[in-house]
């Protein structure tokens, strides 16, 4: 099986900055896209970033200008650097991964644990 597990969150104050890991593990024939979620309580998950492996990235506008996605393919790690933090980001955060594993030919979505982002004065 696939696994996903998220590292880096934690309580910070406003304009703050932290970095968020997510590496996948097991039996992995190939990534095709990982990318961050977030979802605060009561509210929907959301897209924040995914990056493709030709290295294509995509960001929610809410964090245009402040987070940064990257990923190592030889370590199947996604990074996600959050510069500038609001409190508005806190949520809890979720790596995602789109993965073929192997002896499959078909990608499922495979989902960390969770880290907690706090951002509070």
């Known amino acids: 099986q696939v696994q996903l597990v998220e590292s880096g969150g934690g309580l910070v104050q406003p304009g703050w900055s932290l970095r968020l890991s997510c590496a996948a593990s097991g039996s992995i024939l190939s990534i095709i896209v990982m990318g961050w979620y977030r979802q605060a309580p009561g509210k929907q998950r959301e897209l924040v970033a995914h990056?493709?492996?030709?290295?294509?990235?995509n960001y929610a506008d809410s964090v245009k200008g402040r987070f940064t996605i990257s990923r190592d393919n030889a370590k199947n790690t996604v990074y996600l650097q959050m510069n500038s933090l609001k409190p508005e980001d806190t949520a809890v955060y979720y790596c995602?991964?789109?993965?073929?594993?192997?002896?499959?030919?078909?990608?499922?979505?495979?989902w960390g644990q969770g880290t907690q982002v706090t951002v509070s004065s």
């Open positions: 995602h991964g789109l993965i073929v594993a192997s002896g499959t030919i078909q990608e499922y979505d495979y």
């Open positions: 990056i493709a492996n030709g290295g294509n990235t």
